[in-house]
């Protein structure tokens, strides 16, 4: 009998790594002196990984599209997460709203490449974001969604998420009790 396996997709900026702020609102890292790996990350994702999850990461980039960051720069700092954290691979999209893309969230371009790629069972799947597009683009993917509340200052959706939490460490109380039954 074939299992497709289950993942936690994971956002970057802000769940993986610390998000600059800058007047309530995220940023990414502008270099890899910046990145500042989450504790909560480096403490929750071996934990699921032991768990029999798949650890994939999606982020949407379009400074560099904007000219105002490097690809070499984001993939830098991608390779650095995945040299500290137990991730399979980071998904990117690098372009900015304007190209209309199906990769850039709130689209669920990104997690649709990641299921394909590794089989991936997108019900049994959970999108954590701290943003309202990361659970918007988990929702239109069929995944359930955690939703990493800062208090930022951005306008939520209409959308729900399935669960909320405060802190990325949170994430195991919900997904392996709810994975378990």
Known sequence: MFCKNRAVFLDRDGVLNK???RDGKPYPPASLN??????????????????????VGITNQPDVARGKQNREVV???NNYLLSQLPILEIF????????????????SGLILQAAKKYEIDLAQSYMVGDRWKDIEAGKRAG??????NYQYDENPTDLEP????NDVSKVIEIIIPNWRK
């Open 75 to 77: 993939e830098s700092i």
């Open 19 to 21: 998000a600059i702020i």
């Open 34 to 55: 910046e990145v500042a790996i989450l504790p909560g990350a480096r403490f929750a994702l071996p934990i699921l990984k032991r768990e029999g999850f798949f650890l």
């Open 162 to 165: 399935d669960y909320s939490v």
């Open 143 to 148: 995944c359930k969604t955690i939703f990493i």
């Open 92 to 107: 990117v999209c690098y372009h900015d709203n304007s190209d209309n893309c199906d990769c850039r969230k709130p689209k």
